[in-house]
């Protein structure tokens, strides 16, 4: 006995989601714990160990051919896959058909996700829940009031490079109000999104002080070379974490990810609001007492 796992990530274009791998990778598993010999067809636009392209395999190959999530009826590109394996016999799990199964029941083995018979659970309540960092990307254009010192392209460049070499979950934050690129409308909302987040990666003063500010680590890039704003915020607050234009590298980006995914870095975080808050307060009781005292000019 031999089974090919199949589904919409079989073929290149299908549309394929998230949900179509966890839920082959479940199966994967419970062939794993059922003993039972198995191969996996995924297009290689899904990077996946030792997979098999299916449209070349020979079709005496498999015993059976287990089909797994989504949608699926007795028409293309399905019925492609049936005849080239037309020896095989057919296993479903996690479908919706299309048809009533008193039509078309091509199956040996069925466990719809719905059917004309019944309903149940999506097989991906099963997967263990991930635990992928969520990091906040808030990168500022270049500033032409810095001229030549103005490094933005350069390490905006070097910072998504970093991001797309780890697994991490990176969520693109625009601060403007105007023609916001995320659709967010208000300075609530993005405030709100940057809470959200394990860490933030920016080059923005504002990036850097609402994550300090909602307790979460940040890693500030101060694209200005020599420094600026951002630099002297973050000796300000304190903040152990500061990478500029010059001793940006791969490195150093990894060194600072690693710190801010700590739990020591979210009471560091913690911590820098709150000496922060502190003394804006005095800096709040001042002006309320210098302002009254003005005197009303002749």
Known sequence: MRILVAGWFSWE??????????????????????????????????????AVDWTQADSNRYTDILFVCGPFGNGYPVTNMLRH??????????????????????????????????SNPDITFLAPPPRIPVVGLILAHKQKEYGIKSKHDLVN???????????L????????ILKNQGGLKTEGEIESLISK???VITTRLHGTVLALKNGVPVIPVDPIADGAKITLQVKLLNWPVLINSKNITHQALGDAMDYCLSFTAKKKAKQCATGAILKLNQIKEKFIREIKELKIPN
């Open 157 to 167: 460049k070097m910072i998504e490079n970093f991001l797309d070499s780890r697994q």
């Open 85 to 118: 394996f037309s020896s095989a016999r057919l296993i479903g799990v996690d479908l919706s058909l299309l048809d009533s199964l008193e039509n078309w029941n091509p199956f040996v083995l069925l466990y719809e996700r719905d059917s004309s018979r019944a």
């Open 197 to 199: 987040m394990d860490v």
């Open 13 to 50: 274009d299908m549309g394929t989601t998230a949900g179509d791998l966890i839920a082959r990778d479940i199966v994967c598993d419970w062939l794993r714990e059922s003993e039972v010999e198995f191969e996996t067809a995924v297009h290689h636009q899904f990077p996946f160990p030792n």
């Open 169 to 176: 979950a990176v969520v693109p934050i625009d601060t403007a």
